[in-house]
């Protein structure tokens, strides 16, 4: 007899504690797992955004143009150096215990190079700056030559180092945007892209020549960008923050200006401020003015353009000798004067009308380009003079003299610069006085106010406005202005048109011009070179001129010759300044002005058109949005 075992089903504690933690981990593989995908795929959206590429290009802007900044500065202080022995920090002191034949050479010399430098590095034979920045981001897609920025960089070196009496920050800032504009050109990105990349370049350059990230970032914004789009503000904030970062590593974590500990304004210094402002304005528009009458003065000159920065050079040196203050960037004597107690006020009005000659001597015959340095110069010294003079004639009147000459640099840069926003944020980072900054406020909103309620029309939108207009170029229009500019007649034109030859009878011109594309006929020779056309109104014209029978005439007799016609390469603004002048809806497009040949008709239908396209395009840009248009235009 066999025993079977009955087999043993009772749970092995062992096994199911294993299976368990099998379980467990499995779980937890899957988990892992699906968090790794989920980072993967978020990691893979992100870097897919083009937001995220704007900002990783910001951060190189940002070191790229900081670092520009910063050996901009550096070359500066060399030059200066060699010529005077000092840096800006201490060039009125070193410049106070030269001889006189020194401090007359070295603007010679400095013009002398520049004019040499001006013919062989610069084409346009100018020194560009924000103007052109502007001009380039408003009309050309943002695209600057980089030789061009170079040298401009280059002659501002020298003209900063000789003495003449300009600032750092407008060619820092066009150095910063032509790398930024190259380095887009390189990567062949869209326009819009290239102009947040501008921004973000002078956003740095700004921060790093003044400390000053959020003026930076506002002046970038305010000036060359002209909108607050999150897609530009974004990348634009990170080159600023980094261009300040590097300057601060490398120069120092310090103010542009050294400013004393000034005292919370009283009551009774706001109306001052107003009075202030007022006062500000005029010698702004002084400013400006001045620099056009020596603009006009060099430009009649009857000698080469290479000499003509030595002969500005001269009179820069004699006015050194007797106002060394006045020279250079100015920060020494800057400093000086917001202590409010170096200078005598007959000294500071002095400086005013010396500053404001140097400046406009230097600007307006091509020596330098920047403007920022002297508007906060003059500015200083116009508020610090109105502090000593009201304490003149009673001591409880002003609280603090530096105070208005801190108000004073803020109400004359606003309106010369037009960027009231970006220059009150510069004297807020300067200070970091929220109640200082409440006086400079005051002071701005009146010394704009003024500029822009009639006192002069060509100078209400500042320095920059007055140079484009002086060139013909018009930005006010915005963005979609540009992209007409930049349009060619080619790209809209119809090409469906109708065309007859010279000898056709009158039946057939008739026959054909029932069955021609909005009623006309374009006579054409054998090579379809235009001779003339032929609409309703000219068969109606041709037949009152004659006394012949009109059926005895020939198309060749009865077109309208010479009529107003456009390129092919014409750009679409030009051509509604034809369509206008000729008084015509309608035009040929021939293939050059030379040949002659008829290539297609532009319809004032399709201007508008294209002009709707590209005002769409541009809102869509400013909101960072992808813009498709509809339609047979190509813009």
Not at 292 to 321: E, Q, S, T, Y
Not at 479 to 505: H, K, L, Q, W, Y
Not at 577 to 593: F, I, K, N, Q, Y
Request: proline share 4%.
């Amino acid at each position: 007899m066999s025993v079977t075992e009955e087999a043993d089903t009772s749970p092995d504690p062992d096994r199911s504690q294993e299976k368990s933690k099998k379980t467990k981990h499995h779980r937890r593989f899957r988990a892992g797992a699906y968090r790794r995908l989920m980072l993967t795929g978020l990691w893979r959206t992100i870097v897919r955004r083009p937001a995220f590429w704007l900002s990783v290009l910001a951060v190189l802007i940002g070191f790229a143009s900081g670092g520009a900044a910063v050996l901009f500065r550096l070359a500066v202080d060399k030059v200066q150096h060699l010529l005077y022995g000092a840096d800006e920090r201490l060039l009125y002191s070193a410049m106070s215990a030269l001889p006189w034949w020194h401090l007359l050479l070295a603007p010679i010399i400095g013009g002398l190079l520049i004019g040499i430098l001006r013919r062989l590095l610069l084409p346009e034979r100018r020194i560009l700056g924000i103007a052109d920045i502007i001009q380039a981001s408003s009309l050309h897609g943002a695209r600057i030559s980089l030789r061009n920025g170079l040298g401009s960089a280059l002659n501002s070196v020298v003209a900063l180092g000789a003495g003449g009496s300009t600032g750092r920050e407008g060619p820092t800032v066009h150095l910063a945007a032509t790398m930024s504009s190259w380095l887009a050109r390189k990567l062949h990105v869209t326009e819009t892209m290239t102009r947040t990349l501008v921004g973000c370049g002078v956003a740095a350059g700004v921060a790093a020549s003044f400390n000053a990230p959020i003026a930076g970032v506002f002046f970038a914004l305010e000036v060359v960008i002209g909108h607050y789009a999150l897609s530009a503000f974004a990348p634009i904030v990170i080159a600023g923050v980094v261009g300040t970062v590097l300057s601060r590593v490398v120069i120092g974590d310090y103010p542009a200006f050294i400013l004393p500990e000034l005292t919370t304004p009283a009551p009774i210094d706001y109306p001052l401020f107003v009075a202030l402002g007022l006062i500000c304005a005029l010698v702004s528009l002084a400013q400006l003015v001045a620099i056009k009458r020596c603009n006009n003065i060099f430009n009649g000159l009857d000698v080469p353009h290479l000499v003509k920065p030595a002969i500005a050079g001269v009179a820069l040196g004699l006015i050194a000798i007797v106002l060394p203050e006045v020279s250079g960037i100015g920060y020494e004597a800057t400093d000086l004067a917001l202590r409010g107690d170096v200078f005598p006020l007959a000294l500071l009005v002095i400086m005013v009308f010396g500053k404001v000659l140097a400046t406009a001597l230097t600007l307006g015959s091509g020596y330098a380009a920047g403007i920022f340095a002297p508007a906060l110069f003059v500015g200083a010294m116009i508020g610090t003079a109105f502090g000593a003079g009201l304490n003149a004639v009673s001591v409880t009147l002003a609280s603090d003299i530096g105070l208005y000459g801190v108000v004073g640099m803020g109400a004359v840069a606003a309106p010369i610069l037009g960027a009231p926003i970006s220059t009150i944020l510069i004297i807020f980072e300067m200070t970091g006085d929220y109640s200082v900054t409440t006086a400079v406020m005051i002071g701005v909103a009146v010394s704009c106010l003024v500029a822009q309620s009639g006192f002069s029309r060509e100078f209400a939108n500042g320095f920059f406005a007055w140079q484009l207009r002086q060139r013909g170029v018009n930005i006010n229009a915005g963005r979609e202005d540009g992209i007409i500019r930049n349009t060619n007649v080619g790209r809209v034109m119809r090409r469906e048109f109708s065309t007859i030859g010279p000898e056709a009878s009158y039946s057939e011109v008739m026959d054909k011009l029932r069955e021609a594309v909005w009623g006309e006929l374009f006579v054409v020779d054998n090579q379809r070179r235009l001779i003339g056309v032929i609409t309703i109104p000219d068969l109606n014209a041709a037949a009152l001129a004659t006394s012949a029978d009109v059926n005895t005439l020939v198309a060749g007799e009865l077109c309208r010759r010479s009529p107003a016609t456009l390129a092919a390469n014409d750009p679409l603004d030009l051509a509604m300044e034809t369509m206008e002048s000729a008084r015509e809806s309608h035009l040929p497009v021939v293939d050059s002005m030379e040949h002659h040949v008829v290539v297609g008709f532009l319809h004032e239908h399709d201007v508008m058109t294209a002009y709707y396209q590209a005002l769409l395009q541009a809102r869509a840009e400013e909101r960072g949005q992808r813009y498709e248009h509809s339609g047979h235009t190509h813009v």
